[in-house]
């Protein structure tokens, strides 16, 4: 009888204390985040830029592609037609001066420009813009975002790099991306070679500013970079908004159609 009780008083503590275990919370542990997640709220977007989810949605479309034409070890001409016709549907990521107005319109991703005049405290800063552009003429620039293109005025809000190209006694006007500098001239279009996460590609640019996506012969940068050489530039009126661009400079190119180097004036917003 003894021994029952014993056993039973042991059954019971058992069963009490089964109760009083509190069960193992089992957690899932989150995948290890990449470098991507911690610099920007919304993916896509750059470390300590003003960027919306629009913008970080369209620069990682744009990425990613860029990735797969870098990774693809196909024809390169299939490239650079696939990188076309993102342009002409998408645009492609250029950099221009604007204002912070700019977010009341067609939203570029901000930056604050490494320019001491640019950021007086005596007027409104000047900013530098990020945004997927088609092409850019005189007076407008056509602006690719949140599936509308829009017409955007040049000179004011969106502001790009003037480039004068001096040629049989006249000069001619181009409208170029920040930092940009053309490699070459053949048919009137200045050839731009652009570079993005370690892939190559040239952009074409009219005088009218028409943009193209161009499959160029690679194994000749060598010969036009040989050609290309520093030189004092013209003084004349042809002269860039000192307000933006405090620096200009010259270069010999190489003209595929006159067998010449010809002079081109560039402009940076500063000397660093």
């Not at 492609?92 to 420009?113: A, D, M």
């Not at 993005?196 to 640019?205: G, M, N």
């Amino acid at each position: 009888m003894v021994t029952l009780m014993k056993t039973a008083y042991l059954i019971f503590f058992i069963s009490i204390s089964a109760l009083a275990t509190p069960k193992p919370k089992i957690e899932l542990i989150p995948p290890p985040k990449t470098m991507e997640d911690y610099e920007h709220h919304f993916k896509g977007c750059l470390e300590n830029s003003e960027c919306d989810q629009v913008m970080g949605l369209q620069l990682t479309r744009w990425n990613d592609l860029i990735k797969k034409l870098r990774d693809d070890a196909s024809d390169s001409s299939k490239k650079f037609q696939l990188l076309e016709i993102f342009r002409e549907k998408y645009g492609i990521p250029v950099e221009f001066y604007t204002y912070q107005k700019s977010q009341q319109g067609f939203k570029p991703l901000l930056y604050n420009s490494s320019c001491k005049a640019h950021n007086s405290t005596n007027g409104e800063k000047i900013l530098q813009g990020t945004s997927f552009i088609k092409s850019i003429r005189n007076e407008t620039a056509t602006v690719w975002r949140d599936q509308t293109q829009i017409e955007v005025p040049t000179g004011e809000i969106l502001v790009p790099q003037p480039v004068y190209v001096y040629k049989d006694k006249t000069v001619t006007r181009y409208n170029l991306p920040l930092n940009d500098q053309p490699l070459f001239i053949r048919n009137g279009e200045l050839f731009i070679l652009r570079q993005e996460d370690d892939f190559f590609y040239f952009l074409s640019i009219s005088s009218s500013g028409d943009w193209k996506i161009q499959n160029i012969d690679m194994t000749r940068l060598s010969e036009w970079s040989d050609k290309r050489s520093e030189v004092i530039c013209p003084k004349d009126s042809n002269k860039a908004d000192f307000k933006f661009f405090q620096n200009e400079f010259c270069k010999f190119i190489w003209d595929e159609d006159l067998k010449q180097k010809i002079v081109v004036k560039m402009h940076k917003g500063c000397t660093i």
